[in-house]
Structures are given as C-alpha cells and as structure tokens.
C-alpha cells in the first residue's frame, strides 16, 4: 500500500483540520491506518489508529475528545479531523499502514506516507 497525505497547513488555536491520506493497492480495506506525528525536537508519536473495517478506534490521551479518525474503504482514504487544536498539536503528521489495530499502536507499520505539515498559532 503506497500513502499520500494531505490536507495540512496553518491554523490558529481553536480551529479545525481534516487530514486526508489515500492510498493505492487492492489491500487498504485488509489493513489498520494510523496516524503519527513528530514536532520538532521530538520523537515520531501515534494521534490515532483505526482497524481495517473501521469498527475500533484508538486515540493518545491528549487528543481524545478533539481529534476523530475515520475510513472511506470504497475510496481507499483514511482521514483525521481535527479540532480545538492547540499549539502543542504543531508537527508533521505521517499516515501509516499495518497489519492490526495492535500492530499500528505498538508502531509496527508495514509503510509511511510522506508527511504533511500543521502548523497551529496561538
């Protein structure tokens, strides 16, 4: 499955994002999706990760309530919409593929889209 993600940019504090990532391959529909992102400085860190029907969802505590993933498995896109962003919430955001729920949330992904940046201001 090759990524391409989208739909970052700049924002102030209290608005709203949607990322995009879609993918080609016959598979997306048989893989989790997550979402990571790495501000400067930092390690490289899971926002949220869906399973490959749709049906589980995980989220890191400081997103939960503001940020919601989501799949489009007809279109082969997974998407992360973003609210009541924060300046914290500033990095680079990378979708990634793999083969479980488990397996996304433990950073065992079979590929990384490239990144998009979000830029949040106070």
């Known amino acids: 499955v090759q990524l391409q993600a989208s739909g970052g940019g700049l924002v102030q504090a209290g608005g709203s994002l949607r990322l995009s990532c879609a993918a080609s391959?016959?598979?997306?529909?048989?893989?989790?999706m997550g979402w990571f992102r790495q501000a400067p400085g930092k390690e490289r860190e899971l926002v949220a990760a869906?399973?490959?029907?749709?049906?589980?969802?995980y989220y890191t505590d400081p997103v939960k309530g503001r940020f919601t993933i989501s799949r489009d498995n007809a279109k082969n896109t997974v998407f992360l919409q973003m609210n009541s962003l924060k300046p914290e919430d500033t990095a680079v955001y990378y979708c990634a593929s793999a083969a479980t729920l488990g397996h996304t949330v433990r950073g065992e992904v079979r590929g990384w889209g490239q990144g998009t940046l979000v830029t949040v201001s106070s």
């Open positions: 869906i399973s490959w029907g749709g049906g589980s969802t």
């Open positions: 391959g016959r598979t997306f529909s048989s893989v989790a």
